[in-house]
Structures are given as C-alpha cells and as structure tokens.
C-alpha cells in the first residue's frame, strides 16, 4: 500500500470494457467496513470491551508504546467480525477509517496497530497464563452484563464438542479417528440464546467430554444462586455418572442421550416389532419410559426411549435419553432435539467469524486466538439478539457480517466532525436507524446528582426539597428532553441536607397542555409547586383553566414523584 490516502501517481486503473471508467483506491477515504461502528455502538451501549481494563494486564515494559492493550484487544475482535482473523492484514486496516475510529485512542488520528503489533499481541502478551485465564472469562462477564437486559426466567445449556482443522506443525495437533484428519479437538459451551458462555481448545485426540468439569465449573458458578430453572443438554458422549452426580448436586435438571445396549433394548422390545399391515407413508414414532441403573450407576434413573418406524427402512431407528426431568415422553424428547440448535451455533462460528483458523505454532497462540474468536462471535450474536429490527431479527452471522458490516461509505472530513456517507444496497438508512435506536434503548438510564436546597414556596411544616439540576443536552440518537422529577423531605429535627441520585423520567403530553416553558421542564414553577402542595395537603387549588390542566399536572407528578436516595443523617 504506497499512499494510505489515494492513487501515488494520480492514474488509476482502466477497464477494457468501457474507456470512460476510472478505478482509483483511496484507502483512507473510503471504507467498506463502515457496519462495524454500529457493533461498536453496541459495545458502548453496554461496556464489553472496557470490562477487559479491569482483568487483563500489560506486560510490556517500554515506554512508547502507540496502542494500548484495549484497543488492540478491539482491533482484533472488530477485524475478525469484518472477516480479517488473520493478523496479516493489519497493515491495511489499520488506515481504514472506521477500524480506526472503532479502535480509537491514537488510531483515530494516526493508525491502528501493525501487523508485526498484533502478532505481539496475540503471541505473546495475551499467552501469558494471568491473561489467557482472564480472556477466557471474558465471555462470561459479557453475558452477564447482556443477561441483565433479557427477562430469563430459566437457564438452558447445550454442551458439545466440535473440529478444528489443522494442515501444519501446530502444537498440541493429532489425528481424530472420529472425524478422520488431523485437528485440534475444542470444546463449546452455549446458552439458549446462543452466546457462547465458555469455550476451551483441546488437543485432537482427546475423548469428546474430556475437561468437561473445568469447562462447565465457572459456568454453573456464575449462575449460582440465581432465580432461574437451570437445564443442560449433551449427546451421548457426555453420558458419565460423574456429570450426572455434578448436575444432581447443582439443582440442574438434563437430558443426555444414553448409549444403546442389550438390557435397554430388552426393556423395549415390545416396540422393536415391526408392526403387522402395510406401513404407511408417514413416519411412526413410539415412546417409553423407564427407571435403569447401569453398574457404574450410583442409584436408578429415568430413561426415555424413542422407536421411529421410517417408510422404505427395515430397521427402527432407536434412541435413549438419560433425565430428571418430570415431563412427559414426548416433552423430553422434544427438549432433547432442540439441542441440534447448539450445532447450528457451531456452524455459524465456523463460517461467519472463523473460529477454525488456528495457525500459529505455539498451543496457548492458539488457545488465545480461540478465546478472540469467541468474544467476536459472542458480540455479534448480542447485536443479533438484542438490536435486530423484527424483519431481519433472524439473519445469521453471515448475513450480518456481508450485509451490515459490509457497507461502503465515503468519509468526508469537516472541520468539527467526521461524516461518513454510507452506501444503501442491503441495509438501508431507516433499517440501520431501527439497529441505533434499539442500542440506545440498551443504555443505562440518565441519573443526575441534586443539589439540596430551601424551598420557600411550601410551608416549613412541609420540609425541604431537592431541587432537580438539567442534565446535559442528549447526544443524537437519544430520547429527549427528560425532566428530573426527585424530592426528599425530613420532618423531624436535627435535619441535615440529604444527598439524592435523581431518576429521570421522560416528559408527559400534560406539560406541553399547560403551555409551561422549556426551562419549566426541569424545575417546577411556583405556581406548580403550590398545586402539589395543596393536592398533597387536600387544600384549595387557584381556579382557571389553566390551574385545572396544572392541577392535572400536580396529580401525576404527585404520583410519580419517587427517590432513589441514599440519604445520610
């Protein structure tokens, strides 16, 4: 890349086809990447990436370093969701405009991190043992913050294991009789809205439920204590009275599918007899239910069993599944069958984010660019669940990646502020306002700090108030005006001033009735503060039209005025 900017010798390039087209690259100028500020949006909204201040550590000694570990630790989870999850193409994106305004810091002016910078990154200071322990936490810590903004009433856990693919001398590589090449053998954790809660990397040829406790321990923990009905699902991989035990001992419930043998065939042999009469073009399906105790088996449990009599097949297809559940046949089973959702999530992370790629030599490299893959799954999938207008609510991660990452715009600087002017093909302007409006619905709510003072507008009997103090002009996006709405009042003697968080609440339609003025939003006038004085006390009201509508006012003020104070005495 010679000019950052734009073509070195001004030229261009030709097409053959027809002379009077033009082709000039001007890299810093234009972006075909410009979808990533509204996942950064997103990470702003809820504070993901400033999470990772708090638990990953710099060990770089010197003292000129350009970036900071937070913002490369953004350029390498924003890059993989544009499709760049090699460090190669650093260099080139790091002068694209809206990877350096998503990184920020110094990247807004200057440029993002190097490729030579990112691999240091990912290499060496995010393979330390502190760090790859605290990265992979990170998810986790996300999805907490993400959980607090759905109404969960139940948590469901699909645990399973999946492929990576290697064709070099990676550390820690084998072949895996199971899936017949040469791979890493990783293991995956996911919720029912599909984040993905923690995962681990393993070596190829180990057993598919091999860690499982080290992997499922500070998921079960975090959820600890919570009021929610907590479930897993697995395949018959992780059918071990160990697991079992652990869930029992949890308050989990599951269902895992169990192993076909002899005596539980022979428990079910009634419906392993092909049925008399000509079969029908539609598929049988028969259940059963049971209590089994394997010799490795602490106690006897319920098992349900699955016959399906398939047209055109000689043999019923047959199916057992482990649970504590106290549903009926049919129920379990269909619980069971949605765990094929968990691979579906697989899937998507495969070919969306690129999880697969693990080519560096070392084993923790790896293990790092694996947990880097999952924190830019997990971020698209909070857009997808939490942002998505209802009409495009299920595009899968490719689709987002190539439909709303992929958006090209032209920057245009001015002197106060940077426009980016953003082609719509794919997703057009009201769809990507939809996307904004619903990440800023996602913020915290606005509190101020009030300043205690006398009110001489209400009798001393009455106490003091707090008056509210106007917050500062919303950015464009959010909801406004919003009018601080907060008293506090102490009766008894000895009074001091107490310190009151306000809680904002948006304007009513009854404030633009009375004709009040816009300072008036944000304090009461006189004239309202005797209304509410008179409602609360049951005294006379001035009379008017105007004093009625302001009466209507004092009532629901009366009403909705509440604080959230921590008052001191």
Not at 46 to 53: K, P
Not at 308 to 333: A, C, Q
Request: charged residues 25%; proline residues 5%.
């Amino acid at each position: 890349m010679g000019d950052a900017t734009g073509e070195a010798d001004g030229t261009g390039l030709r097409v053959a086809f027809d002379r009077r087209l033009k082709l000039e690259f001007h890299g810093a100028t234009v972006t075909s990447d410009a979808g990533l500020l509204a996942f950064r949006e997103l990470d702003d909204a809820l504070g993901l990436t400033e999470l990772a201040a708090d638990v990953l550590a710099d060990t770089r000694t010197g003292r000129n370093g350009r970036h900071s570990l937070i913002a490369q630790l953004r350029q390498a989870v924003f890059g993989r969701l544009a499709g760049y999850e090699d460090v190669n193409d650093a260099d080139r994106l790091g002068r694209d405009p809206a990877m350096r305004w998503v990184v920020g810091g110094r990247a807004v002016t200057e440029q993002a991190a190097s490729t030579s910078q990112m691999g240091r990154f990912e290499t060496s200071a995010m393979t330390s043992p502190t760090n790859l322990t605290a990265l992979a936490d990170l998810s986790g810590r996300w999805i907490d913050r993400v959980q607090a903004r759905r109404a969960a009433r139940a948590l469901v856990l699909d645990i399973d294991s999946s492929v990576s693919p290697t064709y070099g001398a990676q550390e820690g590589t084998a072949y895996n009789g199971q899936f017949a090449c040469m791979c890493y053998h990783p293991l995956f954790v996911f919720n029912q809205d599909g984040d993905l809660e923690r995962c681990a990397l393993r070596p190829g040829n180990v057993h598919s439920a091999q860690g499982w406790r080290e992997v499922l321990d500070p998921v079960v923990a975090r959820y600890r204590g919570q009021a929610l009905r907590r479930l897993l699902r697995g395949d018959a991989a992780f059918a071990l009275p160990d697991l079992y035990e652990y869930l029992e001992a949890e308050g989990f419930q599951y269902a895992i599918r169990l192993p076909a043998n002899a005596v539980l065939q022979e428990r079910i042999a009634p419906l392993l007899t092909r049925p008399v009469g000509r079969p029908p073009h539609h598929v049988r399906r028969f259940f059963a239910s049971f209590r089994y105790q394997a010799q490795s088996w602490s106690r006897a449990r319920r098992v349900v069993a699955k016959v399906e009599w398939h047209p055109g097949e000689l043999y019923p297809r047959v199916g057992f599944i482990v649970t504590n559940l106290h549903r009926p046949t049919k129920k379990v089973v269909a619980f069971y069958n949605r765990r094929g959702t968990a691979e579906q999530w697989i899937k998507e992370g495969k070919n969306a984010v690129k999880w697969t790629r693990l080519s560096c030599v070392a084993f923790r490299a790896n293990a790092v660019r694996l947990q880097l893959h999952a924190l830019a799954y997990n971020l698209a999938n909070f857009l997808r669940t939490l942002a998505l207008p209802r009409e495009v609510a299920e595009w899968s991660l490719t689709s987002l990646r190539e439909k709303v990452v992929k958006i090209g715009a032209k920057v245009v600087a001015h002197g106060r502020y940077l426009v980016l002017q953003m082609a719509e093909v794919a997703v057009p302007r009201e769809l990507f306002r939809g996307i904004l409006n619903r990440i800023a619905g996602l913020r915290p709510p606005v509190v101020v700090r009030c300043q205690p003072e006398r009110d001489s507008g209400l009798p001393q009997s009455q106490g003091r108030r707090a008056s509210a103090v106007r917050p500062a002009t919303a950015s464009r996006g959010q909801e406004q005006p919003w009018r601080a709405a907060s008293a506090a009042f102490r009766l008894e003697s000895g009074y001091k001033e107490p310190e009151i968080t306000c809680q904002m609440t948006p304007r009513t339609a009854m404030d633009r009735r009375a004709g009040l003025r816009p300072a008036s939003i944000w304090g009461m006038s006189a004239l309202t503060r005797q209304v509410v004085s008179d409602r609360r006390a049951g005294g006379p009201s001035p009379a008017g039209g105007r004093a009625n509508v302001l009466r209507e006012v004092a009532d629901n003020r009366a009403d909705c005025w509440t604080t959230d104070a921590a008052t001191t005495r």
